[in-house]
């Protein structure tokens, strides 16, 4: 028990110290990509929540517009009475109708340059709506040159009050078209910062493992090559030194060939078997010199030769 609390980071906490640094480069990888999509996704929200409505609200408006330039016309060209009645009605109705259009747009306008421009509008269209009564007046009063005068001064309002919707629909058109470049330039950005990411943490994954690897294989390696050359009867072997606290690091310290205990038990090992070897050398004396119990007493005490 004591010897464990003093060893030091263990192999299988390195290894799994290593999955763990990895696997929270991945999350940074993956949090990354969740906070790009999400200010792509508020991009997107706000083109489909503001801009569109707006664009299409103007567009609507302009098309009202010149619905009722057109309903005027007809009031104008009608010559008979009863029909210019119902067509006073549809033309009540359609001013009515963009008046309300026309004051849904207001809670949208989102900056001090389209409220001026709006402005200018609503100042054009109450113009505008101030002269179609007395056109309508001159056609009940039959006065054709009068409801032409006036229609004229009327058109040149109707043609001011449709070039600033047709400038309001550009301008967000436009802001439409920034926003879309900036949500495509998050998204290359974080497709770019996921690819870093994830490139840094394959790099760090390969050299963990590297290191890991190396630090296990190694030492190792180094061990089995003592291990064949004490197995081959070569106790003049160098010490190994490590500064590893681990398993592998236990094991290289606990495993000295030239430790004199380990060094005595092999020497008498051999003392025995060169012994026995001599002896069984007489009997075979063809063979003694090749006998392996007469090599390993020539690798204790090369001076000394087996009698047969």
């Known amino acids: 028990m004591e010897e464990e609390n003093n060893m030091g980071v263990s192999v299988r906490a390195k290894m799994f110290g290593g999955f763990i640094l990895v696997l929270l480069l991945l999350i940074i990888v993956g949090v990354a990509g969740i906070?790009?999509?999400?200010?792509?996704?508020?991009?997107?929200?706000?083109?489909?929540?503001?801009w569109v409505p707006k664009v299409t609200l103007l567009g609507s408006l302009n098309t009202q517009l010149s619905d009722i330039e057109r309903q005027l016309l007809?009031?104008?060209s009608e010559p008979i009475p009863s029909e210019v009645e119902r067509l006073e009605e549809n033309l009540t109705k359609s001013i009515d109708d963009f008046t309300k259009a026309e004051q849904s747009y207001v809670p949208m306008i989102s900056s001090a340059q389209e409220k001026k421009s709006f402005g200018d509008f609503e100042n054009t269209w109450a113009?505008?709506?101030k002269k179609?009564?007395?056109?309508?007046?001159?056609k009940r009063d039959g006065k054709q040159y009068e409801q032409f005068v006036f229609f004229r001064d009327a058109h040149?309002?109707?043609l001011i009050a449709s070039g600033l919707i047709s400038d309001l629909v550009e301008r967000n058109k436009k802001d439409v078209n920034n926003d879309a470049k900036e949500a495509e330039i998050a998204s290359n950005n974080g497709l770019i910062l996921i690819m870093i990411v994830c490139v840094v943490a394959i790099l760090i994954g390969l050299a963990i493992a590297a290191i890991i690897s190396r630090m296990i294989c190694l030492p190792l390696s180094m061990i089995g090559r003592q291990v064949k050359q004490v197995t081959d009867g070569d106790l003049q072997v160098e010490p190994l030194s490590t500064k590893l606290k681990d398993e592998v690091g236990e094991l290289i310290r606990n495993f000295q060939p030239?430790?004199?205990?380990?060094?005595?038990?092999?020497?008498?090992?051999?003392?025995?078997?060169?012994?026995?070897?001599?002896?069984f050398?007489?009997?075979?004396?063809?063979r003694g010199a090749d006998s392996p119990f007469v090599h390993a007493d020539r690798q204790?005490?090369?001076g000394s030769r087996c009698r047969i």
């Open 35 to 50: 906070i790009q999509m999400n200010g792509l996704g508020k991009k997107i929200d706000e083109a489909s929540k503001v």
């Open 74 to 76: 007809q009031v104008m």
């Open 127 to 129: 113009s505008l709506q």
């Open 132 to 138: 179609i009564p007395v056109i309508v007046q001159a």
């Open 156 to 158: 040149t309002d109707y």
């Open 258 to 279: 030239n430790d004199g205990q380990f060094a005595d038990g092999h020497r008498t090992s051999l003392d025995e078997l060169a012994s026995s070897g001599c002896h």
């Open 281 to 286: 050398g007489r009997a075979g004396s063809d």
């Open 300 to 302: 204790l005490h090369p």
